[in-house]
């Protein structure tokens, strides 16, 4: 069983940058497919980035290049940057793992202020 904690949100103004962590324990997030989806009131969770486990990475088109998802796997840990903040990123943001099963996070919540 994996458990999944994201931390890193909080208020920004628009044009800023964050950085948002997910910590993982209970397995190592190694062989792991490594996601961020963000989920806004009134629409559904989207998929933003994705990580291999090869370290190869896919972006939605919606980050419009503003968005990098890293990962250290020594930390059990995944990173998604955000540039040039806008209010249109404003959501919860949650962290999911993918390989033999999955798992979520609770989030982190990223309000950009105009």
């Known amino acids: 069983q994996m458990n999944l904690v994201e931390f890193g949100g909080g208020v920004v103004p628009a044009g800023g940058s964050l950085t948002l962590t997910c910590i993982a324990s209970?397995?190592?997030?190694?062989?792991?497919?490594m996601r961020w989806y963000r989920q806004s009131p009134g629409n559904e969770r989207e998929e933003v980035a994705r990580?291999?486990?090869?370290?190869?990475?896919v972006y939605s088109d919606s980050g419009d290049g503003r968005f990098t998802i890293a990962r250290d796997n020594a930390q059990n840990t995944v990173y998604l940057m955000i540039n040039a903040l806008k209010p249109g990123d404003t959501a919860r943001y949650f962290c999911?793992?993918?390989?033999?099963?999955?798992?979520w996070g609770r989030g982190t919540q990223v309000t950009v202020s105009s």
């Open positions: 999911h793992a993918t390989w033999d099963r999955e798992y």
């Open positions: 209970g397995l190592s997030i190694k062989p792991y497919q």
């Open positions: 990580l291999y486990a090869n370290g190869e990475s």
